[in-house]
């Protein structure tokens, strides 16, 4: 069994930044990619970024150049460090393991979620 726990969540202004993250019980990232998703009240989860177990990283075109996930293997834990942050942005965003040691972009390849952590950007 896998728990994840995500933080950092809040309220920002647009322009402003924030870094999330998540902390994994057990070494997860040793064999496993991560993600992070986020959703808005009516639509579909969507993927935001995942890193593979080589440190590969991928993005959503709609965050490419703003957000950086990481991860510190020593604390278990990963991270998103988002800039330039736009009201569009808001969400609640969940962190997500990896059912191999590669990120995907749809939800189906993921098998445990953390709880989420709610992100407001304000215009």
């Known amino acids: 069994q896998v728990q994840l726990v995500e933080s950092g969540g809040g309220l920002v202004q647009a322009g402003g930044s924030l870094r999330l993250s998540c902390t994994a019980s057990?070494?997860?990232?040793?064999?496993?990619?991560m993600g992070w998703f986020r959703q808005t009240p009516g639509k579909e989860r969507e993927f935001v970024a995942s890193?593979?177990?080589?440190?590969?990283?991928f993005y959503a075109d709609s965050v490419q150049g703003r957000f950086t996930i990481s991860l510190d293997n020593a604390k278990n834990t990963i991270y998103l460090q988002m800039n330039s942050l736009k009201p569009e942005d808001t969400a609640t965003y969940y962190c997500?393991?990896?059912?191999?040691?590669?990120?995907?972009?749809?939800?189906?390849?993921?098998?445990?979620w953390g709880q989420g952590t709610q992100v407001t950007v304000s215009s």
């Open positions: 997500a393991k990896s059912r191999t040691g590669y990120g995907t972009m749809t939800r189906g390849g993921y098998d445990y």
């Open positions: 057990g070494r997860t990232f040793s064999y496993y990619g």
């Open positions: 890193i593979n177990t080589n440190s590969n990283t």
